[in-house]
């Protein structure tokens, strides 16, 4: 079982920036963060492997940022360019050993 903590997210202005952190309890083969909006599917944002292979969401590519700390099994989601589209609750997620975890989530709230 791999436990997740995550911290960060909160309130930002339309053009602001906001930064996502996530840890695991082990070392993970991948990590990343879905969000879903209220009555949207849930949808992703974006996911760096252990090797540092890097796949976003169309939505976000070239504004979002997420990268991995292997030694610390730990990822940041730095959110820049923000738009009120990207509120939501945001999960994170890690995979190990054939299984998927995921995080109670933490909102982020766009203001327009």
């Known amino acids: 079982q791999v436990q997740l903590v995550e911290s960060g997210g909160g309130l930002a202005q339309s053009g602001g920036s906001l930064r996502l952190s996530c840890t695991a309890s082990?070392?993970?083969?991948?990590m990343g963060w879905y969000r879903q909006a209220l009555g949207e599917r849930r949808e992703l944002v974006a996911s760096v492997s252990s090797g540092g292979v890097s796949v976003y969401g169309e939505s976000v590519e070239g504004r979002f940022t997420i990268s991995l700390d292997n030694a610390k099994n730990t990822a940041h989601l730095e959110m820049n360019s923000l738009k009120h589209e990207d509120t939501g609750v945001y999960f994170c997620?890690?995979?190990?050993?054939?299984?998927?975890?995921w995080g109670q989530g933490t909102r982020v709230t766009v203001s327009s």
């Open positions: 997620t890690a995979a190990r050993l054939g299984h998927r975890y």
């Open positions: 082990s070392s993970i083969s991948d």
